[in-house]
C-alpha cells in the first residue's frame, strides 16, 4: 500500500512538472525516436577530434574551444557607399587592422638604411589601401551593428570573418589587373577585391546557380548598379574545374577559395552540415575536387601571375597535401611550373590580431582563439613561371 502511495505521488510531480515546462520544450516520445543517434555536429567533433588533435597535439584543446564558441567578425568597409562608416566605427571602439599594420610598417621603414629598404621591399607585399577592414580589439567580444544603407540604397560596410580579407590582401591584386575568383559565392572576398577601383576585368564565378543568384544580391546591395552593369565585370555559373577548356593564361591574378569542411560550420550547425551521413561521399572527394579546382586556377592564370588557394578549415589534407599534389599534376599533364610565395611578410604584420598555426610546409593558418576568434583560414599564394 505505501509503495503504491508513493508511486502516485512521483506521478503527479511528474504531471505538474510537465505543467510548468514551456510547451516548445517538451519532447513527444515518438519525436525522439527519430531524432539521429549520432547528429552530423557530433560526428564532426569526433573526427576532428582525432585528425586534428594528431595534427596540432597542444594547441587542439585551445582551438577546439574557440570553435564552439561564437566567432568575431570583421567589417569590410564599402568604399561604394556615401555613408561616414569609418568615423562611426572608429567611434564603437574599432580600428582597421590594415591601415594600423602600413602606419607600423612605414614608422619602422623611416628608421632604416637605403640598404635595408631594398631588402625590405623585396619580401614585403605591398597592402591594398583601398580595402579597409575594421575589428574589435582583442578579448572584446561586441558585435557590429546591421550595416545601413544610404542614398542609392548601398550599406556602409560587410560583416565577414576579418581572416578571410587575408587572401585578398596576399594575393595583391592592383589597379589595371585581371581577376578571376573561381568559387565566389556567398561573394565577401569579390567584394575586397572590388574595392580597388580601375581594374581590368573581373569573372565572379560559382558552380552553383542559387549561390551565384545570392553573390548577385549581395553585389546589389554594396555595389553602384552603373559598375555591375560594366563590361568589365562578368558574373557566371561554369564549372571551376573546366575553367581551363574556357579561358586559359588569361588572368593576372586568381582565387581558389575551394568548397571544404567549413570546420567551424560543421561543429556547430546541423543544417547542411557535410559530415551528415548521406554525404559522406561527397565529403571523402573533397580533397580530389579541390586539387582540381587549384589546377584549373594554374590553367587560368598567365605566366608570372598569381593564384591564391585558400579553405575554411584545418585540414592538413584539404590544404598543404592539395597544394603539394597540384603542384606536382600541373606540371605532369600541363607543363606548368609553379613557384611557392612566402606569405610570412604578410603574417607577421597581423600577429597582433591574428593567431597563426607554427611553420607549415606550405602555407599559413589562421588558428581560432578565444582572444580573437577568427578562422580558421588556410592560404597558399602560387606564382605561375611557365
Not at 1 to 23: P, S, W
Request: with cysteine; charged share 20%.
Amino acid at each position: 500500500m505505501a509503495l503504491l502511495m508513493e508511486t502516485k505521488l512521483i506521478l503527479r510531480k511528474v504531471k505538474d512538472l510537465r505543467c510548468f515546462t514551456a510547451k516548445r520544450n517538451r519532447v513527444k516520445e515518438k519525436w525522439a525516436a527519430t531524432r539521429p543517434k549520432y547528429p552530423p555536429t557530433r560526428l564532426a567533433l569526433q573526427h576532428m577530434d582525432a585528425v586534428y588533435g594528431a595534427q596540432l597535439g597542444s594547441l587542439w584543446p585551445s582551438v577546439r574551444v574557440a570553435l564552439l564558441c561564437e566567432r568575431k567578425y570583421g567589417a569590410l568597409v564599402n568604399t561604394h557607399s556615401h555613408h561616414d562608416v569609418i568615423s562611426e566605427l572608429q567611434h564603437h571602439g574599432c580600428a582597421d587592422f590594415i591601415t594600423s599594420t602600413a602606419l607600423q610598417e612605414s614608422v619602422q621603414v623611416e628608421g632604416e638604411s637605403q640598404s635595408d629598404l631594398r631588402t625590405t621591399s623585396d619580401v614585403s607585399p605591398g597592402l591594398n589601401a583601398n580595402i579597409k577592414c575594421f575589428v574589435f580589439p582583442q578579448g572584446d567580444i561586441s558585435r557590429f551593428k546591421p550595416a545601413r544603407p544610404d542614398a542609392n540604397g548601398l550599406l556602409g560596410y560587410y560583416l565577414m570573418d576579418a581572416a578571410s580579407v587575408l587572401p585578398c590582401l596576399a594575393l595583391d591584386v592592383r589597379e589595371g589587373h585581371t581577376v578571376l575568383d573561381l568559387c565566389a559565392a556567398p561573394g565577401g572576398k569579390a567584394l575586397a577585391f572590388m574595392q580597388t577601383h580601375g581594374l581590368g576585368f573581373v569573372c565572379l564565378n560559382d558552380s552553383s546557380v542559387s549561390r551565384t543568384m545570392r553573390l548577385r544580391r549581395v553585389l546589389h546591395s554594396y555595389i553602384p548598379k552603373a559598375l555591375l552593369s560594366d563590361h568589365r565585370l562578368r558574373i557566371s555559373s561554369f564549372d571551376g574545374t573546366m575553367w581551363g577548356q574556357i579561358e586559359r593564361g588569361t588572368f593576372d591574378r586568381v582565387l581558389v577559395d575551394v568548397p571544404c569542411t567549413t570546420d567551424r560550420h560543421s561543429v556547430t550547425e546541423e543544417d547542411n552540415n557535410i559530415f551528415s551521413k548521406s554525404r559522406v561521399g561527397e565529403r571523402r572527394r573533397l580533397p580530389q575536387l579541390q586539387t582540381e579546382l587549384l589546377l584549373a586556377g594554374l590553367e587560368a592564370v598567365c605566366p608570372g601571375g598569381e593564384v591564391l588557394y585558400s579553405t575554411c578549415t584545418l585540414s592538413q589534407q584539404q590544404n598543404q597535401a592539395v597544394v603539394e599534389q597540384a603542384e606536382q599534376l600541373a606540371l605532369e599533364r600541363h607543363g606548368i611550373q609553379i613557384q611557392v610565395v612566402s606569405l610570412k611578410p604578410l603574417t607577421r604584420n597581423f600577429t597582433n590580431t591574428f593567431h597563426f598555426a607554427p611553420e607549415l610546409s606550405v602555407g599559413e593558418l589562421v588558428l581560432p582563439h578565444l582572444a580573437a576568434n577568427f578562422g580558421p583560414i588556410y592560404m597558399c599564394k602560387l606564382k605561375r613561371l611557365t
